[in-house]
């Protein structure tokens, strides 16, 4: 098998344990899950869904917002694989249709070094906003971050765990693939490995000679 050119990694489920953007809905944006559900039927978009969210955030002081970035944890080999992503020279890019502050927060924290492109949240003086830098019209999925439209390489590797991934999944070369991506990949017929943790990724990369 050819080798990987470039890694592209979700961030929320597939980096983080539990998904931070979902977690903190459920927290502080009653009612969050009638619009997750109508995007995840595929009745609205992604980006139309944030905004619905977004707007039902509510009483969430800069110290709630702050612990709450604080306690979102990630996969116990997540350090572990970027070190071997790191060794063989591969390139590694977080595509999150999430939150771009999260990701930056819990990068700092492991002093993390990793480009990533995710919606923009926006919290100033008690309100949130949200931007999308990188929708794209075209893209099949309507995604708030359209994930196909930043890959550039012929050969590369994705990881993910949710319907936030289905606009790249089947056009990667190698996929590996957990919870709802593994259910919607072994329904399709879309070639993946399925994956627990970031152990059993650098174990299959290594035992297929990928990177
Ligand atoms: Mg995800
Ligand atoms: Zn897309």
């Given at each position: 098998m050819k080798k990987i050119e470039a890694i592209y990694c979700d961030f929320d489920g597939t980096i983080t344990k539990e998904d931070s953007v979902n977690s903190f809905f459920e927290m502080?944006?009653?009612?969050?899950t009638e619009s997750e559900k109508l995007w995840v039927e595929g009745k609205i978009s992604s980006k139309e869904n944030a905004i619905i969210q977004v707007g039902l955030?509510?009483?969430?002081s800069q110290k709630q917002f702050d612990d709450y970035i604080n306690s979102i944890e990630i996969d116990d080999y997540f350090l572990d694989f970027v070190d071997y992503v790191k060794s063989h020279g591969i390139k590694l890019t977080i595509l999150s249709d999430g939150f771009d502050i999260f990701i930056k927060k819990v990068l700092e924290r492991y002093n993390l070094d990793i480009p990533y492109f995710a919606n923009k949240l926006i919290f100033e003086n008690g309100k949130f906003d949200i931007k999308f830098p990188?929708?794209?019209?075209?893209?099949d999925k309507k995604?708030?971050?359209?994930?196909?439209?930043?890959v550039k390489e012929k050969s590369f590797c994705y990881i993910g765990d949710g319907t936030s991934d289905l606009c790249i999944a089947s056009k990667a070369d190698v996929l590996f693939a957990s919870k709802n991506l593994h259910k919607y990949c072994k329904e399709n017929n879309i070639k993946h490995s399925h994956f627990k943790s970031f152990r059993n990724i650098i174990d299959m990369l290594e035992e297929d000679s990928l990177v």
């Open positions: 502080y944006a009653p009612n969050w955030l509510k009483n969430v990188y929708y794209n019209d075209k893209c995604a708030g971050m359209c994930k196909c439209q930043k």
